[in-house]
């Protein structure tokens, strides 16, 4: 069984930074795809980047391209989502998910994934 654990989450100013961590315990990430995704009070959750486990393409939500970085580290089974020129509307619990297949695509939907980590608080002050 997979288990996802996020960390990195915080209260920072805007125009401040942030970088997430999500580590994969029980079995790797294999060749599947991780993504990050977030939900703001009152609303969905929404997708923000994924990569590729074994290509390493990065897909981003146009909200936060040029912005934010999703990168993975195979040997330590973690992602990161490096975050930059933060905005008030960012301000979310950030998810990291994981698929249970092997895929070259990155699913946005939040249906396409089985695993999920229990989240981390990101609050942007203006």
């Known amino acids: 069984q997979v288990q996802l654990v996020e960390s990195g989450g915080g209260l920072v100013q805007a125009g401040g930074s942030l970088r997430l961590s999500c580590v994969s315990s029980?079995?790797?990430?294999?060749?599947?795809?991780a993504a990050w995704f977030r939900q703001a009070p009152g609303k969905e959750r929404d997708f923000v980047a994924g990569?590729?486990?074994?290509?390493?393409?990065?897909h981003y939500a146009d909200s936060v391209k040029g912005r934010f970085t999703v990168s993975r580290d195979n040997a330590k089974h973690t992602v990161y989502l490096q975050m930059n020129s933060l905005k008030p509307e960012d301000t979310a619990i950030y998810y990291c998910a994981g698929l249970s297949y092997s895929s070259i695509f990155v699913p946005r939907s939040p249906s396409a994934y089985t695993f999920w980590g229990q989240g981390t608080q990101v609050t942007v002050s203006s």
């Open positions: 029980g079995r790797t990430f294999g060749s599947s795809v």
């Open positions: 990569i590729t486990w074994s290509t390493s393409n990065t």
